[in-house]
């Protein structure tokens, strides 16, 4: 079988049974914490000019537009949640896909669980699925898929969001390689929409809803190859000069891909993450004043030092491309004791004190560390003083991932963002229902508390 078969029949063959506790509950917190980046990001420009277009558009009442309310049809309900779940650069994501996954599920479930009158149980499976077979292809293309210009997130996203549409719907194992094979040739995205906070975040939501848009195709017997990803001039040829297809189906059904993902706990890049964690653990352990740092040296993974090599970075001209400077968040988190969606307001990326602490910072690529990408995404940071004192600090993998991640900082962190766009009520209300998924008939219960 080609490997678009053989994720189909996986697709097909897996139930909620077949999932252990462990890997349900993680479930549980990946959708908790991607409603929590959704909600946060409905109170931004882009949610309300995106509500506004959807409108006028019109359609059949499928599923809820998060924050404002409004039902709609499935497939625009995950775009425009998707897209908007992006904004800050808060959601969950995989470094061995080097992509985010949770944006692209959770969307995509939500919406076809509400059109369907899905139950939790089956919610959490697709979800399950959706970052699977997101993670096996992207890592099947990986880095160099990346490294030609792509975004992961965009174009394996459709996959990941065809698979989760196609479980809630039903599929037969033919109709989940047709809607992968519609996925495939709608598989787009690119890189260069990072310093754009309109481009990266559509491009994301996009994959979301025409992944149900394959789904549907697929249910309707449109033939498609079963050979879209692996074959000659399939996705994986096409988009990566150098893939591996094996990997795509290694482990299938031992190990599910959702227990490798890590969640964020600052509002920008992830490859800035190990760096913005050095510099807080020195700020609280030696609670040094910014006023008397002299220097800062950081060394770091290649991705990571390219973030502060470039002199642009040191001054972004944007909220969303301040969240790709490593100067700009060091100096934040060494100010504020936090990097947070407020931290990349236009007042801040303009203040004179941050960015005069900004211009200490002084990047260099770490090889030994480049050469333990992805198993280890780590930074080391150096504060000099006026006074020559030399505080030092080495993070081997960022706050979040699997190996350190802390269900209670999930919590606090989903609060901290829901509350953004609904009452605490409503969000205390909402984190129980999520806790409970596996028990709800019908997963349209929702809709109140998402408003």
């Not at 600090?393 to 606090?412: A, C, H």
Request: some cysteine; glycine content about 8%; proline content about 4%.
């Amino acid at each position: 079988m080609t490997i678009q078969e053989q994720l189909s029949r996986f697709a097909y063959d897996i139930n909620y049974k077949k999932l252990s506790g462990n890997v349900i509950l993680r479930t549980k917190y990946a959708f908790l914490d991607t409603l929590g980046a959704i909600l946060a990001g409905s109170t931004t420009s882009i949610a309300h000019q995106y509500y506004s277009f959807i409108k006028e558009i019109g359609g059949v009442k499928e599923s809820i537009m998060i924050g404002d309310g409004c039902l709609v049809p499935a497939i625009w309900a995950a775009t425009i949640n998707g897209t908007i779940g992006h904004v800050h650069e808060i959601d969950d994501g995989d470094r061995f896909a080097l992509g985010h996954p949770g944006i692209i599920t959770v969307p995509a479930a939500l919406a076809v669980g509400e059109k369907e009158g899905s139950k939790g149980q089956d919610v959490l499976t697709a979800i399950v699925l959706g970052y699977d077979i997101f993670s096996r292809i992207a890592r099947g293309i990986n880095p160099s898929h990346r490294d030609r210009g792509f975004h992961t997130t965009a174009t394996c996203g459709t996959y990941g969001a065809a698979i989760v549409a196609g479980k809630l719907m039903e599929l037969d194992p033919c109709q989940f390689s047709s809607a992968l094979g519609i996925a495939g040739i709608q598989a787009a995205g690119l890189g260069s929409g990072r310093g754009n906070s309109m481009l990266k975040p559509i491009g994301v939501g996009k994959s979301s809803g025409d992944g149900i848009l394959a789904a549907m195709l697929a249910k309707t017997e449109i033939p498609t190859s079963p050979s879209i990803i692996d074959g000659e001039r399939g996705f994986a040829a096409a988009h990566s000069d150098s893939y591996n297809i094996d990997i795509m189906s290694k482990d299938l059904g031992k190990h599910f891909k959702i227990l490798d993902s890590y969640i964020k706990f600052h509002a920008s890049c992830r490859h800035a993450h190990p760096s913005i964690d050095a510099a807080l653990e020195l700020k609280m352990k030696y609670n040094i004043e910014p006023n008397i740092i002299k220097e800062i040296l950081v060394k770091t993974y290649d991705i990571a030092a390219k973030m502060g090599l470039d002199p642009s970075k040191y001054h972004p001209p944007s909220p969303h491309a301040a969240k790709f400077s490593l100067p700009y968040v060091i100096a934040v988190a060494l100010i504020e004791g936090k990097v947070d969606i407020d931290s990349f307001s236009m007042e801040k990326i303009k203040d004179p004190f941050i960015l005069e602490t900004a211009n200490k910072v002084k990047v260099v690529e770490d090889k030994e560390m480049s050469k333990k990408v992805p198993n280890k995404r780590g930074s080391s940071l150096n504060i000099i003083t006026t006074d020559e004192r030399v505080f030092s600090s080495t993070i081997e993998n960022p706050v979040g991932e699997p190996e350190n991640l802390n269900f209670k900082k999930v919590e606090d962190k989903f609060y901290s963002l829901a509350t953004r766009a609904i009452s605490i009520e409503k969000a205390k209300d909402l984190y129980k229902m999520v806790m409970n998924l596996d028990k709800i008939k019908d997963v349209t219960v929702f809709r109140g508390l998402l408003v």
